[in-house]
């Protein structure tokens, strides 16, 4: 049986209003989660890697998924994608893209990044909702993922 924890969320999104409907929907859903929003690129970075503002983080304790738009400042969400597809450490975070681009290169560069999944951001406001409860119980309740062993680290 697997221990139960709280699991985190990344959510990198410039979007204050998008941020804020997230964790209304996931809070709504009854999901219980710790959501760490990255307001650019380089705070998910940061985060991820323990630098800057997250100095002295345990960078051990990786997120559970990362939800990540593509367009952001700083650092795009294709370049934080492959920063933590290149790192062992965070190879195997699920990474869901959440993005209002309907740019077909925009999904190609994403899956050959190794995203997850791709989402077209909805603009409904009850879709949004739905979408973000699924998306975070399918991979913080049922997906799986390797332990960090030295196998699956390389």
């Not at 002295?56 to 559970?64: A, Q, T």
């Not at 925009?106 to 998306?135: G, H, Q, W």
């Not at 119980?137 to 699956?152: G, I």
């Amino acid at each position: 049986m697997r221990k139960r924890y709280r699991p985190t969320l990344l959510l990198v999104e410039d979007n204050p209003d998008d941020a804020d409907l997230a964790k209304r929907a996931l809070k709504s859903e009854g999901i219980d989660v710790e959501i760490v929003v990255a307001e650019d690129g380089q705070k998910a970075l940061s985060y991820l890697f323990g630098k800057g503002a997250y100095a002295g983080r345990d960078v051990n304790d990786v997120p559970g998924l990362v939800v990540l738009d593509l367009k952001m400042p700083k650092v795009s969400g294709l370049e934080v994608l492959e920063k933590i597809r290149n790192v062992p450490r965070t190879r195997f975070i699920p990474v869901v893209i959440l993005s209002s681009s309907d740019e077909q290169q925009d999904l190609i560069d994403s899956y050959k990044l190794n995203a997850n999944s791709y989402i077209r951001k909805p603009v409904d406001f009850v879709e949004f909702n739905e979408t973000m409860a699924l998306v975070c119980k399918y991979w913080l309740e049922k997906n799986e993922v390797p332990a960090m062993t030295t196998e699956a680290q390389t």
